[in-house]
């Protein structure tokens, strides 16, 4: 049945002309529920209209056939480019079959008017009958609302089924719930505390205010057998809260819908500066900075999540059997303090509050034993922080309770319980400066305060951890005689960025110093935590040098000074690095840092029968005459002229490969292996060392869209190079055609024996790119260092990573005459930093030749 032309025009004109009346009214007011209240009575209109039109003339006719909003449409949420759930109701007689073309009709009119209709058809019957692959279907019944047809179908539908499935169905409702939660929170991070949340999926974003009301429904409608009233779900202290939460988080999304065009909800660095100008969300006399806003939105994000987290907890559905019965355990660790309830802590008796002490011995109890509080305590708690400011712990008191808090297993945990619920700010008010703090770091992925928490718990989680590297790491951090100045530091030392984000570690000392003060920690203790501030990025930065040049692990065994503080700023480095996002501490690095430990550590013993871990390069050669007893004169030739650091970065099996390679050149100038690893591809070069040879090597790769994340370089005395790169590839060319690999080795020997134009292929590449703005804009700098090798002048390149980049910057040594002996690549999120140990004829680079090529490597490197 098709509709009125005209009809059709007028539903268009009153949709296009009310779609622009609700988006001018929420620009003016801000008002995110008055503007999905205004576009789901829009949407009601049309369909209402379109009933009368296909369906009935009346409102409320047909009988036995009904018309229903579901899910955030039900809940009148539809945001600017929400999808439009609707269901279509039958008694189950044979209605559905009768209507099939006036519901095909329906829907097709509004999928004409550009709605993101999802339309489902269902009996009565079929509604009561539970499908658990298909749990969401129940889930947005419970925010079911009558638009048309038969109003008594619907009632029976809401009074009487959907109450009946819920209660019956309860425990596979809940545990669906739990799993798509899960899956949902593992994929951000199990953490609100993102630079970039979205508001919609992400931790404490408006799926987890849905998923409260809908755990608090089913409570209550399994124990009723009947609709509760939705003002009693939740405690009244509680409500208004949630309420302020929901309308500034809706208020953003519908900012966001508008500002894309589209249903994108990626609170972006650039919408964060948008919403904060504009005031969305807040009413305020001026309008907040960015930093001052994304407080706000974590404040609200916080709560929500804390909330949906709790109910999720203690819903005795979501729990399996096996998990009930590590909890009744786990119940046995209740003391005449503390009750564990389901995993939970419970304060046994109310007026235990009035002891000052009570909340530290509370969270180093949490901290221990990795439990969570329950609501009940968080709000108890919560009242007793206006008595606990007036008088708080402090001194060797309060440091005797925080360090017991940071040396226990949960203790980042435990610190964010104590953050949320602004006790950690009370006792430690130095970390408020860094609360909910976002900083522009594209590397960065968390805040700055959840950066600290993430670090201790990187620390923590070394015992528990299978990894090679990581129980390396384990040992030391067992072996250190005061591991709490470590976690002390670690919460501490950035809160710099909060008052001197340009310069956050001298910030971060002078707010450091007094808190030790107050803690009234020991003199050789509080210069222990403020050296290990002072120098928390001394061994990551020492990794962009050659880790195994004997003037970088003497600068950092004399900045050191002692074994222990060694091992601590080398666990420091490793938890920081890998607290920045999930992928900073990359194996390669993580065995960098090792080796550069372990250089320093050998260093500081001075005598050879103290060496920690014996004289790498012998026990190298050792292995290799061992594997290859009848190599003699062809190894040492081989390994003759390659620098210290080729022999202590390589396995033993490697240099024998890279020696076969080798013998193998006379019949063929040019020897590649190709290998893919569990992060990255390996491509291996043997061949002459000539002009261009790492240039065109590179320039290759990048004619092909890979990604270089690693590179080595290295040649022996007799001009045979030996290069390395790690690369990542961007369009999955080798992964997904398998006889690419051939092409692609192929291409790379061609380019090398001159038999193809490498410029020619980067151009093509180069058209096929599709130009997008950098996210974060990275100003070039160019350091030189001519101290730190004896044998190479070093240069270190900080500039916007981009295709190509490493062969225009090698081409360019090329051409000065330079050769590359080292190079080390490494690109953080959008910003490259690469450095070189460059010699000219054998010798350092003399002063001028520097300056000239700082010059034009700025010129080159400006011309993007």
Request: aromatic share 8%; glycine share 4%.
């Amino acid at each position: 049945m098709a509709t009125d032309p005209l009809l059709a025009k007028d539903l268009r004109d009153f949709y296009a002309a009310e779609s622009a009346r609700v988006r001018d009214e929420f620009l003016a007011r801000r008002n995110g529920r008055a503007a999905t209240d205004g576009r789901s009575a829009l949407v009601d209109s049309i369909a209402q209209r379109l009933w009368k039109e296909l369906i009935s003339p009346t409102i409320e006719g047909p009988r036995g056939f009904a018309l229903l909003a579901l899910g955030g449409y039900g809940r009148r949420w539809l945001f600017p480019y929400s999808d439009i759930d609707i269901l279509f109701l039958h008694d189950g007689s044979k209605s559905e079959s009768e209507r099939r073309n006036q519901i095909r009709s329906f829907s097709q009119e509004m999928w004409d008017l550009r709605l993101k209709l999802s339309p489902a058809n269902r009996a009565l019957g079929e509604c009561e009958k539970f499908d658990p692959g298909n749990v969401e279907f129940v889930i947005s019944l419970l925010d079911c609302r009558y638009l048309a047809g038969d109003r008594n179908l619907f009632q029976k539908l809401h009074d009487q089924v959907i109450p009946k499935v819920v209660s019956r169905e309860s425990r596979a409702i809940v545990q669906k719930l739990t799993d798509l939660t899960r899956a949902r929170y593992n994929k951000f991070g199990d953490t609100v505390f993102h630079l970039e949340p979205n508001v919609k999926d992400g931790p404490g974003g408006l799926r987890d205010y849905n998923l409260a009301v809908w755990l608090a429904l089913i409570a209550a409608i399994e124990e009723q057998n009947a609709w509760p009233d939705e003002k009693m779900l939740l405690p009244p202290w509680l409500r208004q809260k949630f309420d302020a939460a929901l309308d500034f988080l809706m208020s953003v999304r519908c900012f966001l819908h508008i500002r894309h065009g589209r249903d994108d909800n990626m609170l972006a660095w650039a919408m964060q500066d948008e919403a904060a100008a504009a005031q969305v969300g807040v009413s305020e006399d001026r309008p907040p900075t960015a930093s001052e806003w994304m407080r706000k939105y974590f404040s609200h994000a916080r709560l929500v999540h804390r909330v949906a987290e709790q109910l999720l907890d203690e819903f005795p559905a979501a729990r399996p059997s096996l998990y009930r019965q590590f909890q009744t355990l786990r119940s046995r660790l209740s003391n005449a303090e503390f009750a564990v309830v389901d995993g939970r802590i419970f304060l046994q008796r109310q007026e235990a509050l009035s002891d000052a002490e009570l909340p530290l011995r509370l969270f180093r109890f949490m901290a221990r034993h990795g439990l969570a509080l329950s609501s009940a305590t968080e709000h108890q708690i919560e009242e007793t922080l206006p008595a606990l400011a007036a008088a708080p712990p402090k001194g060797v008191e309060l440091w005797h309770y925080l360090q017991e808090i940071l040396l226990a297993p949960h203790a980042a945990e435990a610190l964010r319980a104590m953050h949320s619920l602004r006790l950690l700010a009370l006792l430690v008010p130095e970390f408020q400066v860094i609360d909910s703090l976002v900083i522009r770091d594209f590397s960065h992925r968390f805040t700055v305060d959840e950066h600290s928490f993430v670090a201790i718990e990187n620390l923590h989680s070394l015992r528990k951890s299978q990894s090679k590297w990581d129980q390396g790491y384990a040992e030391l951090l067992d072996e250190l005689e005061q591991p709490e100045l470590l976690y002390l530091a670690l919460l501490l030392h950035d809160t710099g960025k909060g008052t001197k984000p340009n310069d956050h570690i001298r910030g971060s000392l002078e707010i450091t110093a007094p808190c030790l003060a107050r803690l009234d920690l020991e003199v050789s203790d509080r210069e222990t935590v403020l050296f290990l501030i002072s120098h928390h990025l001394d061994m990551g930065s020492a990794l962009r040098r050659d880790i195994f040049a004997p003037e970088t692990i003497a600068q950092i065994a004399e900045t050191m000074g002692t074994p222990e503080r060694l091992k601590m700023l080398c666990l420091f480095t490793y938890a920081d690095v890998k607290a920045v996002n999930p992928e900073a501490l990359t194996p390669w690095k993580a065995e960098n840092l090792w080796q550069l430990y372990i250089g320093a550590a050998n260093s500081l013993m001075r005598s050879a029968d103290e060496r920690v871990h014996g004289d790498v390069e012998q026990e190298v050669m050792t292995h290799l005459r061992t594997l290859m007893p009848a190599a003699g004169a062809k190894l040492d030739s081989f390994l003759d002229g390659l620098p210290r650091r080729y022999l202590r970065s390589q396995a033993a099996s490697e240099v024998i490969r890279h020696m076969e390679m080798a013998t193998r050149l006379a019949q063929d100038p040019v020897q590649l292996e190709l290998s893919r690893g569990r992060h990255w591809y390996e491509l291996t070069l043997v061949t002459g060392d000539r002009p261009f040879l790492f240039a065109n090597l590179v320039g290759t790769l990048a004619a092909w869209g890979m990604n270089i994340v690693k590179a080595t370089a290295f040649s022996n005395s007799a001009g045979v190079a030996v290069d390395t790169l790690y690369f990542t590839d961007r369009f999955r060319t080798l992964e997904l055609n398998l006889p690419e690999w051939e092409r692609f080795k192929t291409s790379i020997h061609d380019v090398l024996t001159g038999k193809a134009d490498l410029e020619r292929m980067l151009r093509d590449r180069m058209r096929s790119e599709k130009k997008t703005a950098p996210k974060v804009k990275v100003d070039t700098r160019i350091e030189i260092d001519d101290e730190c090798s004896g044998q190479s002048t070093l240069i270190e390149v900080i500039t916007q990573d981009q295709p190509g980049l490493l062969y225009r910057i090698s081409s360019l040594f090329a051409r000065e005459n330079c050769n590359i002996e080292i190079a080390i690549i490494e690109t953080e999120s959008q910003t490259a930093i690469d450095a070189f140990y460059l010699t000219s004829n054998g010798a350092k680079l003399g002063p001028g030749h520097q300056e000239r090529l700082r010059h034009e490597l700025v010129a080159e490197l400006s011309n993007k």
